[in-house]
């Protein structure tokens, strides 16, 4: 099967240029500021209106930093080291979605202790509907032609412009479809059910992680690291820790008095 050629450029006026990915990311931040806003008004969400922004933008500069630092120091230290001037250049792509996790939770964590706030209680309702985001995210992928998967001989595979000649598994779609949107079912499925603070957190970290970890095996590993541990690619060693991470919180939720309730 041949790359469907769809212009990465969603519309352009002038100089100005919409790209179908940044779009992508433009409404997974607006299905997370408008989810939270319903939770507000809905009284689960421990936050105003005006603290819903400042979790916002904080957030936000934590998920750039930390998803650009920890693939310049984890994914491509080597290339960085020699040139320290490139490290900032997020225009020329380079980012880790673990790293943006954790850029998130260390800002999130610094605002709620800062603002005497719950930090599970946001982070539970922000991984809620944050698999909106990934799910747009890996078609952005896609229509980029990018992160694309390793090569195969069934009737899915596709010839990506910059892959060579060889037909590849659509892996940004295998992500989008499990990570995306059998995630945010599972997500409002655990959410409905009114879970301790805490378990949508754990939830959330060890669906993507279980989900991102096997789909690792259809998808290209990093070229300038292939596999780093056996058979195992780097993605998988981090979706590895997650996982842990989120059995841990998972433990300490259920195990935790007084029984408090996220929704």
Known sequence: ???????????????????????????????????????SRKGTLKLTHQEIESVMLVGMIGMILGARLVYVFVYNFDFYIERPNEIFATWRGGLSFHGAILGIAIALLIYSKQKNKSFFNITDH????????LGFGRIGNFINGELWGRVTDAPIGIIFPDAGPSPRHPSQLYES???????????FLFYS??????VLSAVFLIGYSTFRFFIEFFREPDKQL??????????????????VIGAMILTYSLNSKPQETTV
């Open 1 to 39: 099967m041949t790359f469907p050629q769809i212009n990465p450029v969603f519309f352009s006026i002038g100089p100005f240029e919409l790209r179908w990915y940044s779009l992508m990311y433009v409404i997974g931040l607006l299905a997370v500021y408008f989810f939270f806003r319903y939770a």
């Open 126 to 133: 922000m991984v809620t509907i944050a698999p909106v985001g």
């Open 177 to 187: 479809m499990f990570e995306g949107w059998i995630l945010l079912a599972i997500m």
């Open 193 to 198: 059910r009114r879970p301790r603070t805490g």
């Open 226 to 243: 292939g596999e780093v541990l056996g058979p195992f690619s780097m993605g998988q060693v981090l979706c590895a820790i997650m996982w």
